[in-house]
């Protein structure tokens, strides 16, 4: 099964001040490679110290990196019209879709889902669900809170998932994941999340 796994880190709050993207690309549940960029933010030269605190990531470190539209026709054929895979999609779709609002760019066609949701589903009974919690309960290498070692490490670990359910297709999802899939498209988006139970009807 081939996909990508996608993360983001930001300047700050806001979900339009990205400042790395790491993407990890998996072919037949082979890792073949990891890409990242660092991203000069719009909000630049502010940062929020927290942010800082968390990735390493200074305004120095970006002050002559590309700005996400410059960068923008390298990643989009990239990941058009493939599966993105993010650990927390909420977030990291967030921020591709409100860093392209922000410079006016169309959205790509490509579907997306959670690893976070579906690990949920995947191993039960866990008591964290975080990317770190994972990769220690899983034995995964993980240099925490850098787009490009961390969407690898959502790779190997959304391998270890797919592998322990059964998930040979997208069209497993629903069943084996008991996830819904996600798109995104120019003009919009669907979210990804989880399965709603059917009721069934009480016999009288």
């Known amino acids: 099964m081939d996909f990508i796994t996608i993360d983001f880190e930001t300047a700050d ?45 200074k305004p120095s470190e970006v002050a002559n990196a590309p700005n996400f539209c410059e960068l ?72 925490h809170h850098r787009a490009g070692p961390d969407s690898r490490a959502t790779a190997e670990l959304v391998i270890q998932a797919f592998e322990f359910a059964g998930v040979n297709s997208i069209d497993d999802f629903p069943e084996k994941l008991q996830m819904k899939i996600g798109r995104l498209f120019p003009g919009g988006y669907l979210p990804s999340g989880k399965v709603k139970a059917r009721r069934t009807k009480k016999m009288v």
Request: with cysteine.
């Open 72 to 143: 923008w026709p390298e990643i989009h054929p990239l990941i058009e019209n493939q599966l993105l895979i993010a650990h927390n999609a909420s977030f990291d779709l967030s921020v591709l879709r409100t860093t392209l609002d922000y410079y006016g760019l169309e959205y790509p066609e490509l579907m997306y889902s959670c690893s976070y949701l579906f690990s949920k589903n995947v191993w039960q009974g866990l008591s964290g669900y975080g990317l770190e919690a994972l990769c220690n309960y899983h034995d995964i290498d993980l240099r």
């Open 13 to 57: 709050r806001f979900r339009d001040s990205a400042c790395e993207i790491g993407l990890t690309f998996v072919e037949n549940f082979n890792i073949t490679e990891t890409k990242s960029w660092l991203i000069k933010p719009g909000c630049y030269p502010i940062f929020d110290p927290y942010n800082i605190h968390v990735h390493k990531i």
